[in-house]
Nanobody, 123 residues
């Protein structure tokens, strides 16, 4: 397994969750990483991305100010802190490794994908 997301679950609106994405060894140490989500009946969409060093980040407008992406290269792990969750955030969340080291925001720019973790926000 190259990418493994965890931390999903059921939370009430206004609550928080932190997703983690473990990577195999130091395989993606030089790659930008990202989080995407896919709700039932909808296309997969970009949520957040982070450069290889963590110095540059990008977010979808829908999560700006509520979600924070970070990475710990010493632990080969990428995180997504999600605060003020809303029912519209309900989706399966996927972590992915991008081609290159800079922040990417589109699906074709990502070459490796984890299986995803389900986040359900109740109203």
């Amino acid at each position: 397994v190259q990418l493994q997301a965890s931390g999903g679950g059921l939370v009430q609106a206004g609550g928080s969750l932190r997703l983690s994405c473990g990577t195999s060894g130091r395989m993606f140490i030089n790659n930008a990483m990202g989080w995407f989500r896919q709700a039932p009946g909808k296309e997969r969409e970009f949520v957040a991305g982070i450069s290889w060093s963590g110095s540059s980040k990008g977010y979808a407008d829908s999560v700006k100010g509520r979600f924070t992406i970070s990475r710990d290269n010493a632990k080969n792990t990428v995180y997504l802190q999600m605060n003020s969750l809303q029912p519209e955030d309900t989706a399966k969340y996927y972590c992915a490794a991008a081609r290159g080291s800079l922040v990417r925001t589109t699906t074709p720019d990502y070459t490796h994908w984890g299986k995803g973790t389900l986040v359900t926000v109740s109203s």
